[in-house]
T-cell receptor
Framework: DGGITQSPKYLFRKEGQNVTLSCEQNLNHDAMYWYRQDPGQGLRLIYYSQIVNDFQKGDIAEGYSVSREKKESFPLTVTSAQKNPTAFYLC????????????FGDGTRLSIL | GQQVMQIPQYQHVQEGEDFTTYCNSSTTLSNIQWYKQRPGGHPVFLIQLVKSGEVKKQKRLTFQFGEAKKNSSLHITATQTTDVGTYFCAGPGDGGTSYGKLTFGQGTILTVHP
């Protein structure tokens, strides 16, 4: 079955440490997205990519970095510069273009030790 | 920039009661999408509305897109405990640097008491 796989499901970060969240899709989608969700809150866009080797900052990109070397993969690195990283991180994909529905992965819950 | 507002933020209902959430955009939208996120889960796409004044139904759920394409509503008739979750509306970016993005509303958290 086609879908989006995020790993790990749970992740713990020590102070000063960078961590990378994985997102892989086999839907042959061109566009991929990373969102952050805090308890009881909506979805805030971190980064998105419309095509391989290209990506744009979203609304809260500071302290995060991404790469898009392959169509299927869009990993997110939470750097030590992100002072409040505890949140639920969701990866999504779409066929690309304007206004297309997005398909979401199961998410990664990141906590600080 | 474009803003998408949803009300109410929370709604508690008794099972069998109706529920409605409203979505308003600061700009005209080419389409409006609705998603549902179960507790502990991820958002799942429910439906997309494109035409002015469009109404679509999915069993007990009725979705409307306003005539001016700036507002939308989701109505659930006779809620069930399986309807529990957060309902989000989302609209496409208004072009330029927002191309390819969706702007999500804050969501309405629905609790259904049996």
């Amino acid at each position: 079955d086609g879908g989006i796989t995020q790993s790990p499901k749970y992740l713990f970060r020590k102070e000063g440490q960078n961590v990378t969240l994985s997102c892989e899709q086999n839907l042959n989608h061109d566009a991929m997205y990373w969102y952050r969700q805090d308890p009881g809150q909506g979805l805030r866009l971190i980064y998105y990519s419309q095509i391989v080797n290209d990506f744009q900052k979203g609304d809260i990109a500071e302290g995060y970095s991404v790469s898009r070397e392959k169509k299927e993969s869009f990993p997110l690195t939470v750097t030590s510069a992100q002072k409040n990283p505890t949140a639920f991180y969701l990866c999504a994909s779409s066929i690309g273009g304007s206004g297309q529905p997005q398909h979401f992965g199961d998410g990664t819950r990141l906590s600080i030790l | 920039g474009q803003q998408v507002m949803q009300i109410p933020q929370y709604q508690h209902v008794q099972e069998g009661e109706d529920f409605t959430t409203y979505c308003n955009s600061s700009t005209t939208l080419s389409n409006i999408q609705w998603y549902k996120q179960r507790p502990g889960g991820h958002p799942v796409f429910l439906i997309q509305l494109v035409k002015s004044g469009e109404v679509k139904k999915q069993k007990r759920l009725t979705f409307q897109f306003g005539e001016a394409k700036k507002n939308s509503s989701l109505h659930i008739t006779a809620t069930q405990t399986t309807d529990v979750g957060t309902y989000f509306c989302a609209g496409p970016g208004d072009g330029g640097t927002s191309y390819g993005k969706l702007t999500f509303g804050q969501g309405t958290i629905l609790t259904v008491h049996p």
